[in-house]
């Protein structure tokens, strides 16, 4: 076992906590960078690249029984210069060589472990081993010596593998499918072809491990305008399932990455940003469309969680919070039916722990995770006890038990900000704010918006992450992608120009940085800047969903909101060149597809934008927003004109706002879709009836 108090290696300098967390690994582990690679080169030593993140457990199993082996370390330091990467800080590090994986497994995840030459090309690979074989897997100390001996006495033959395997990474990460013509019909067969692959009985897609899909969720909202029957009930019936399930923490709100089974009650209780952040907007849209009133009290909770353990003090948000507590998986969140009953007494613990199925022999190795089995209206009645008054108690209990739950070990949080996380988190923290009419969430995206703005500015661009103010790099397609979306959610919830001013900025950037526009390309973003001083075996352009939304996609719904607002033609072009780049992948696999699936939505079917220009009575502008607030038709951007302004041409929506001026002196809204408007109206019943209306 490596010794805590013993010498540190050479990630003892670096802030990631992933990577701090390997410093006292007898391991010789060296950070990404060009002296790893140059003892590489230079010594024409193999690579082992090891690649996780630091709330992933079985990153940890692999630390403990591999990774702190001096055995095991003797046998790597020997045989390869070992370089350990945050796929947090690197993501395109982890998409190149998570693709070779891939390629060679057939499957993927993290820990990540490759093999590479000197001159970065992979030629094995694999995620966790254990230390000795077992379950049928090999052993690592077998793997290590196996590969440095085919290495080795087999050169010739695996730099042409990992030549191939090379040109096999960009080409997994080319669209797939003949290119074809988009329209609505598109997203409704996208939707059809998701529900075929539901789970009818439990909710969410296939068997198990089961996660959460929210844009495919948010995707099958869409294709139920185009005629994909079921697609809301679907939905709703999925995000109830995983609200009531373990995969969501019933005490202190907020969502785990993904359940282990298909019932969705055992999670890998890590808890990320980006997880949290995607299934805001699908519940608030599901809950717009259904009028489900706890749809939006899971809003509340899960943003309420993020404010209070994932906030910084400078108002951004952290990336992750561990699953590991004291060494076991899980430890903080379960509970034991003695303990409850402790803490609650006899007779409230019999009510609780009957709803949160909280029973003497557990339902997970001897422990509890706390699921609702029911729903409220079905425990009211199978108890006995109206509604209201069961909802109140319950209530009680859970904050008599995360009180008491506060007192433990908490697991280690990852206090990085990354870019692209926090912008996603900026969209839902404003939209929620919005829909439900709650100041603090805007306050919450302001204020992370304006950290983001703070730290391009001293950094002299935006950067990919940073961490106790030192920045990981410089941002990636994602990161400006995200980016821009919140500010453009945050302009809407604000009317504030000064946020579209800054992403107007950042999409240019965008465009000039990392779109394709060689004559001989074809099209599209790629991931990464060229970067002579760290290069890339490839460099890629990602265009299918995983965990996150792809740059891709990401970019073209950015860029087509923000067209939405500001009328510059470049910005639609720029999206519609990604969405037909990938029509054919979008077409053939949806799955993959999903946020380039509701760009699509936006641009064949766009939602209303709604100018309100106030008179001289807020209330009555106050009235019109309403309206918007609670339409059911997603998607809606919206901008209110104080009484009396007039914006000038430097305005970044001078263009929409033009013309729009209350009508006799009453607050007056002008509803518009795809670049024609409806007439005016001043009362809320004629606004309502516009915010839902067919194209213009």
């Known amino acids: 076992m490596s010794d805590p108090h013993g010498t540190p290696n050479r990630l003892a300098g670096e802030t990631s906590p992933y990577l701090l967390q390997h410093r006292f690994n007898p391991v010789d582990w060296y950070p990404w960078g060009e002296e790893a690679l140059a003892k590489a080169r230079d010594t024409d030593t193999p690579i082992f690249l090891s690649i996780g993140y630091s709330a992933c457990h079985w990153c940890h199993v692999m630390e403990r029984e591999s990774f702190e082996s001096e055995a095991i370390a003797k046998l790597l330091n020997e045989r390869f210069v070992c370089i350990k990467v945050d796929r947090e ?74 030549d191939k395997l090379t040109l096999a990474i960009a080409d ?11 329209g609505k019909k598109a997203v409704a067969d996208a939707a059809k072809t998701l529900l075929r692959a539901a789970d009818r009985e439990h909710g969410g897609f296939g068997t198990a491990p089961k996660f959460p899909h929210p844009m495919d969720l948010r995707v099958l909202l869409r294709g139920a305008r185009h005629g994909a029957d079921g697609s ?47 299934l805001v907007p699908a519940y608030l849209e599901t809950a717009a469309i259904t009028k489900r009133p706890d749809f939006a009290d899971v809003v509340t909770t899960t943003l309420d969680y993020v404010l209070r353990e994932m906030t910084a003090d ?7 919070q561990d699953a590991d507590s004291e060494g076991e998986e899980g430890k903080f969140f379960v509970w034991d039916h003695a303990e409850v009953v402790d803490l609650l007494g006899p007779e409230n613990a019999d009510l609780f722990c009957s709803v949160y199925d909280i029973a003497p022999g557990g339902n997970w190795e001897g422990h509890a995770i706390p699921q609702r089995l029911k729903t409220p209206a079905a425990d009211s009645a199978r108890l006995g006890v109206p509604t209201d008054e069961l909802e109140a108690r319950l209530a009680g209990m859970r904050a008599e038990l995360f009180e008491t739950r506060k007192r433990r070990i908490k697991p280690a949080r990852d206090d990085k900000h990354i870019t ?7 969209a839902a923290t404003a939209q929620a704010g919005v829909a439900l009419g709650e100041p603090k969430y805007v306050d919450a995206a302001v204020r992370a918006a304006d950290f983001q703005i ?99 996609g990401m970019a073209a719904t950015a860029l087509l909101k923000l067209h939405t607002l500001t009328l510059r033609p470049e910005f639609e072009e720029a999206a519609v060149e990604v969405l037909d780049r990938l029509s054919g992948q979008l077409v053939r696999n949806p799955a993959a597809s999903g946020q ?101």
């Open 89 to 162: 800080e690197r993501p395109d590090l982890d998409q190149i060589y998570m693709n070779a994986v891939v390629a060679l497994t057939g499957q993927g995840g993290w820990p990540m472990s490759v093999f590479l030459t000197p001159e970065l090309k992979p030629f094995y690979g694999g995620t966790y081993w254990p230390p000795t074989a077992k379950f049928g897997r090999p052993g690592f100390a077998d793997v290590v010596v196996q590969v440095h001996t085919a290495y080795v006495e087999r050169r010739d033959a695996i730099e042409t593998n990992a």
């Open 172 to 182: 997994m990460a080319a669209p797939t499918g003949v290119p074809v013509e988009l």
């Open 232 to 278: 809301v009930f679907f939905t709703s019936f999925t995000l109830d399932r995983m609200a009531r399930g373990g995969i969501r923490d019933q005490l202190g709100g907020g969502f785990h990455r993904y359940a282990t089974d298909r019932e969705w009650l055992v999670p890998h209780f890590e808890k990320m940003l980006y997880d949290n952040a995607l």
């Open 314 to 320: 400078t108002g951004a948000f952290f990336a992750t």
């Open 420 to 426: 692209s996380w926090n912008g996603l988190m900026i």
């Open 454 to 552: 703070g730290q391009a500015l001293e950094f002299g661009g935006l950067q990919h992450s940073v961490k106790d103010g030192v920045s990981s790099g410089p941002a990636f397609l994602d990161d400006f992608a995200c980016l821009i979306d919140g500010l453009v959610e945050v302009g809407s919830a604000t009317s504030d120009p000064c946020w579209i001013d800054h992403a107007v900025k950042f999409a240019g950037v965008m465009l000039a940085e990392f779109r394709d526009a060689s004559p001989d390309g074809d099209g599209g973003f790629f991931y990464s800047r060229p970067d002579p001083s760290d290069p890339l075996i490839v460099r890629l352009k990602d265009g299918q969903d995983n965990a996150t939304p792809s740059g891709n």
């Open 596 to 696: 380039s699936l509701i760009a699509l939505d936006h641009l064949v079917d766009p939602p209303p934008e709604v100018v309100i220009a106030d008179g001289p009575d807020p209330a009555e502008g106050d009235a019109l927003m309403e309206e918007v607030r609670t339409t059911p038709r997603h998607g809606v951007l919206s901008w209110r004109v104080p009484y009396g302004s007039e914006p000038d041409e430097a305005h970044p929506l001078a263009k929409l706002l033009a013309g729009k001026t209350p009508v006799d002196e009453q607050a007056t809204a002008y509803v518009c879709r795809g670049g024609a408007c409806l007439a005016p109206v001043t009362d809320a019943a004629a606004l309502a009836k516009a915010l839902t209306a067919g194209p213009a």
